[in-house]
T-cell receptor, first 110, second 111 residues
Framework: QQQVKQSPQSLIVQKGGISIINCAYENTAFDYFPWYQQFPGKGPALLIA?????SEKKEGRFTISFNKSAKQFSLHIMDSQPGDSATYFCAASKDDKIIFGKGTRLHILP | SQTIHQWPATLVQPVGSPLSLECTVEGTSNPNLYWYRQAAGRGLQLLFYSVGIGQISSEVPQNLSASRPQDRQFILSSKKLLLSDSGFYLC??????????FGSGTQLSVL
């Protein structure tokens, strides 16, 4: 049973473009929605996160949009750069349990 | 500052052999500890998590087990490895419940 569904599986974006990754969740008890960034051979690192009482959160070029009624949230990377090329994971958590999506491999063309 | 140590970085094991992966955390007390497995196309799969010594929650039926003999030590074990156990194993800890700090991972190849 996949509690967090992430799409697309892979994404190619031109430098300077907008990268958009989408996630959907099933359990309405989830109360925290983070995004993690992972570079090859490394563990993931927290990028940005949002709680369901907020519809949008922005940190620099990274923005999370959250739609509670649709049980969906997305990551937008503005002015995408080659250094943003990585695997991105959305996640949802309740109490001490954190469930991740399957990840999106993002490649930014120079 | 807090650090997480995970070893070994790579491991090649024959089918049917035992496994022991160790993870330790420094600079914090009573962290939540997690084991995740990352396989191609399957993302980060939560295997076990622990909120205290001796307290282990298992998320996926498998031939793996976890133990927490000390506050900042988390061990992933298997008595007999299967081919399907191959993957990238990540240990993580959290103090604030939502923010995970991951180790550098162990690439396990079962042949």
């Amino acid at each position: 049973q996949q509690q967090v569904k992430q799409s697309p599986q892979s994404l190619i974006v031109q430098k300077g473009g907008i990268s958009i990754i989408n996630c959907a969740y099933e359990n309405t008890a989830f109360d925290y929605f983070p995004w993690y960034q992972q570079f090859p051979g490394k563990g993931p690192a927290l990028l940005i996160a949002i709680r369901p009482d907020v519809s949008e959160k922005k940190e620099g070029r990274f923005t999370i949009s959250f739609n509670k009624s649709a049980k969906q949230f997305s990551l937008h990377i503005m002015d995408s750069q080659p250094g943003d090329s990585a695997t991105y994971f959305c996640a949802a958590s309740k109490d001490d349990k954190i469930i991740f999506g399957k990840g999106t491999r993002l490649h930014i063309l120079p | 500052s807090q650090t997480i140590h995970q070893w070994p970085a790579t491991l090649v094991q024959p089918v049917g052999s035992p496994l022991s992966l160790e993870c330790t955390v420094e600079g914090t007390s009573n962290p939540n500890l997690y084991w995740y497995r990352q396989a191609a196309g399957r993302g980060l799969q939560l295997l076990f998590y622990s909120v205290g010594i001796g307290q282990i929650s298992s998320e996926v039926p498998q031939n793996l087990s976890a133990s927490r003999p000390q506050d900042r030590q988390f061990i992933l074990s298997s008595k007999k490895l299967l081919l399907s156990d191959s993957g990238f194993y990540l240990c993580a800890w959290s103090a604030i419940k939502e923010k995970l700090f991951f180790g550098s991972g162990t690439q396990l190849s079962v042949l």
